[in-house]
């Protein structure tokens, strides 16, 4: 059977920069570009040039992209030609492959919010169609609240699609703009829009705001649309836009879809999506969504002891894909959950090799219970675990010894008068024998605290050069003041890689220092320092 | 027409206590359980008891909650009746109104991950049913892999969920374990299932591996089932599970459900949603996800000019239903006069008089937005925005001020050989031209610094000695060691008030000393105290 080709048109740096906290500059619409290479999709809308200087700039001169390049803007306005208007001139003027025009297809929209007439609203998209393919443009109309405005004036809304199809329009575009559309419902309207557009002619934009923008997507599909616009990481404006990240990998692996259809997207292209989203996120300084789909650090993991045993004796038991096609990893995480399956799974990721029947494996689950009731927290830690669980073995050497430590916070007047705090620890240590001690300030007094620690440790200061801390992280647990703080420390190396460790006390200075000092022993054995 | 009865079953503490970085404490519980009450959920899943010693604890006494609360277990095992089998023993034992069993309905399953026969498997579910029947408990049974098993052996998964309805189950639910099927997919198979189960004795149980677990329970209604199972925030492993802050919304306010349906959630219980989203991620210290349907702080908001002025115009052209029906409000960026909007709104609240065209109002905003940036938190912290509104309305006494403050910990070797860490504060106050000077121990620096700020205020003394901490809550902004730490604490008093103060600084120690200044401030002048 022939598939049908499906086309990705993405608008992560047009619909994606109304997400409320992003902010693009000129350098990163460029790597977004070449990150949606990557990706594999067949449109990049860019911008809007005209609207703003950034947009204007991107589009001012021929950008290399695999996709088709496309810039977004208006149709004409109410009054004027299309010759002369002066936003149309800007799109005519970029340096894009193809246009697409928003349109309102609500006759509600086009009286309240444009004040014009239902005839001047198809004038302009007839008329803007018409310029873009005369100057040898592929056109696009995004059908602005196709959905509400098909709801209300069914005629209107199928008037606005059928003129711009037949004005020349390569992709008809139906807009879930308001996001609150239901999949019952796109999939009976796509239904009833493909008697008047085909459907290898038409589109779906939706949006999240009742957490189904890719349900809607695929149902869009299901009933006859051949293109589908989304963003990376599902970026965009309130709830957001259809996430890519979620739809292609659906796309190629569902065997729904994936027997009718192809993308643009190779299988390569897709073992790197995991790869794409985490970059995105980086770029613009998101924390990643640990749970998002496919892509997230969280999508394969398992926390349940009886999933894991079963995990272990085979994967699809609890994997609805394999993660290795997407470009993620399997995770079998160790907690008061676990069982022993978790514990040797995790053991033999972290190079621990331990006979299954050993009784010290059965102390070590008990152990780790015991912990985590007190609130340590292991399978955020791996470190501390390891750690935890070669002291068990009998594997990790003593290398050093705090005999005592100070932290002092002081907030006083200064000598001009203002008011200022100081915070500086003293660390006592014992290497080899040797008594060692450090002073430092600090912009708080774990930081003071750290400092001092890492000041001099003798002759392992060589092995802990490279070792920075890159998050801390404190809970509390119980509230109140009777509470127990827990802190996470990740750190990394020179190496690139990342640990994460765990303290847990009612004091936060010695909830710290616990998770400190597992951070510094655990870069030690793994440098294979001497005892 | 008379409306069918759709039934929420909630699992934020079992299937969400799945979720990776999520660690229940025994309080934690017993708090989201409150906090379910007023969400309004038909049945509250509290745990696992007898699989870990927290949940058997939380089991062990009858507990006050408005939902059937449900303890969840395996069936009986192989080999053994259900009166022998000690996971049996365990459910029959706790005091709950109800048992949700699980138990496999996939023939792939049975025999690769329990390594069973299927006519065990039927057993086990017939005489565990049977058994929490008996005790007098309303029984529910998980039909594990229901959607997967009914792919590969229909006859087998339909027996499943026979056996567990003849047995005297109240509902049958089928669960989409992994994740990975599509709505179309649940759609058509439920509608079989119907054929064997009446739909009022069906649930669905969905994840979120492809971004559908909120399309799939909507999918599943649609063809028959009258019970959900989800999770606040969508909190569980992997991707999460269906999500009810998005779907308790969509059930009441879109028509084509509910025209047809009614739940046990009130139009109050549904405009305390939101916050109730909130309450859970700040216990669970999450940052909240900012872009969530219905509860998220960016839900409402809009960024794009032209959608702003639409807004303005009416708020209907660009949002789906109206923020405050749960409980959500409006945010548009672009216009300080929304803001101005939202100042007064809440200055109302705080019974804080002021005049709309005041320039102080403008500034007040500025001063907010500044704060913001630096990670202060005036949405969480109530008590410090009217303390900021108040000052630059220049309406707060100086009641009192800290000259200095000195806190030190310190580890060290006592004389008895052990270990110990002692923590101490020193404050110097002015009051009233009088200098107090004030020292404490603590079980941590900010406890210390806590007692010994509160040790002696002079004459305002009595005016504070009903004040407690109740929630004391750390969040690192922007991790790493050039981190800001924002500290919110939460405080009582002898009238069952309730306030949150805030305070940023690189510093912990500083950021809480803010916080505790501003909490007893507001204490003073709540009171009247005297200038």
Chains 1, 2 share one sequence.
């Not at 444009?114 to 001047?120: N, P």
């Not at 998209?125 to 995004?142: K, P």
């Not at 009718?260 to 995991?274: C, H, I, N, S, W």
């Not at 190079?351 to 102390?363: A, F």
């Amino acid at each position: 059977m022939t598939k049908e080709r499906l086309y990705l048109f993405d608008t992560t740096l047009r619909d994606g920069a109304q997400t409320n906290g992003v902010d693009f500059t000129l350098p990163d619409k460029l790597r977004v570009m070449a990150l949606l290479d990557t990706v594999g999709v067949d449109y990049v809308e860019g911008g809007y040039p005209g609207a703003n200087p950034l947009d204007t700039a991107l589009f001012s001169e021929p950008r290399s992209v695999k996709g088709r390049f496309t810039a977004f803007g208006m149709t004409k306005r109410a009054g004027r030609s299309a010759a002369n208007d002066p936003g149309v001139a800007a799109l005519l003027d970029a340096k894009a492959d193809a246009i697409c025009f928003v349109a309102k297809a609500s006759a509600y929209q086009v009286r309240v919010a444009l004040e014009s007439t239902q005839e001047e609203n198809l004038a302009s998209i007839r008329e803007s169609v018409a310029a873009a393919v005369a100057a040898g443009r592929e056109a696009l109309v995004d059908c602005e609240h196709f959905f509400d405005g098909f709801k209300e004036n069914r005629t209107f809304a199928l008037a606005c699609a059928r003129t711009a199809y037949e004005a020349g329009a390569r992709w008809v575009v139906l807009c879930d703009t308001n996001g609150g559309t239901l999949p019952n419902e796109v999939e009976a309207i796509v239904a009833e829009v493909t008697q008047v557009v085909p459907g290898d002619h038409l589109g779906i934009h939706a949006h999240n705001d009742t957490e189904q923008a890719v349900a809607n997507s695929l149902a869009a599909v299901r009933a006859g649309v051949r293109q589908i616009q989304g963003t990376l990481n599902g970026l965009g404006e309130r709830c957001g836009n259809a996430n890519l990240c979620s739809l292609i990998p659906t796309l190629l692996l569902k065997p729904d879809f994936a027997e009718r259809f192809e993308l643009g997207v190779t299988p390569d292209q897709l073992a790197d999506l995991t790869h794409a989203s985490r970059v995105l996120d980086e770029m613009l300084n998101r924390a990643p969504n640990r749970h998002a789909p496919y892509v997230g650090e969280s999508a394969f993991a398992t926390k349940a002891g009886i999933h894991a045993s079963a995990i272990l004796k085979d994967p699809a038991t609890y994997e609805h894909v394999a993660p290795e096609l997407v470009g993620n990893r399997r995770r079998v995480m160790v907690s008061d959950q676990a069982g022993k399956s978790n514990v040797i799974a995790e053991l033999e990721r972290l190079g621990v090799d331990v006979d299954r029947k050993d009784p010290r494996l059965t102390r070590l689950l008990d152990e780790v219970k015991e912990r985590e009731s007190l609130g340590y927290a292991y399978e955020a830690a791996d470190a501390s675990f390891a750690l935890l669980a070669r002291r068990m073995l009998g594997t990790v050497p003593d290398f050093f010894e705090v005999e005592r430590f100070s932290v002092n916070v002081e907030r006083r007047y200064n000598a001009r008068g203002e008011m200022t705090t100081v915070a500086e620890a003293i660390v006592k240590v014992q290497v080899d024998g040797e008594v060692l001690i450090s002073a430092a300030e600090g912009n708080g007094p774990v930081n003071a605290l750290d400092v001092a620690l890492r000041k001099d440790l003798g002759k392992y200061q060589p092995f802990i050069s490279g070792l920075r801390l890159t998050d801390y992280r404190v809970r509390i647990l119980d509230g109140g003041t009777e509470a127990i703080t827990r802190v996470l420390i990740e750190s990394a190396d020179e190496t690139g890689a990342r640990w994460t460790t765990v303290g847990v006390s009612p004091n936060i200075i010695d909830a710290s220092f616990e998770a400190l000092i597992d951070s510094i022993t655990w870069k030690l054995l793994k440098e294979g320092a001497p005892e």
